[in-house]
């Protein structure tokens, strides 16, 4: 069982940045995959970004170049720095972690609120 609670939200003006934190219950040295994930009102959750146990990343494209996922271990931490933010980033940013064992585990946080206003 791994409990995320997301923080790191809240109203900035466009052009503006925002770090978000994904606080996880336990270690997350072994957890396979972490990312953020965000759900504008009326639209479907969509990827964000992610991050391999081996630090490998993926963004979607239209963060690429101004969002930056990391993961500190030691911390047990999940972090989304966002800069450049636009009016289109205002969604709720949730956190997801997916453990790889002899089945496949998928735990989400509650999510922060990101409101960029124009």
């Known amino acids: 069982q791994v409990q995320l609670v997301e923080s790191g939200g809240g109203l900035v003006q466009a052009g503006g940045s925002l770090r978000l934190s994904c606080a996880a219950s336990r270690s997350i040295f072994s957890i396979n995959v972490m990312g953020w994930y965000r759900q504008a009102p009326g639209e479907q959750r969509e990827l964000v970004a992610t991050i391999t146990s081996g630090d490998t990343t993926n963004y979607a494209d239209s963060v690429k170049g101004r969002f930056t996922i990391s993961r500190d271990n030691a911390e047990n931490t999940l972090y989304l720095q966002m800069n450049s933010l636009k009016p289109e980033d205002t969604a709720v940013y949730y956190c997801?972690?997916?453990?790889?064992?002899?089945?496949?585990?998928?735990?989400w946080g509650r999510g922060t609120q990101v409101t960029v206003s124009p």
């Open positions: 997801k972690a997916t453990v790889r064992k002899s089945f496949e585990y998928i735990y």
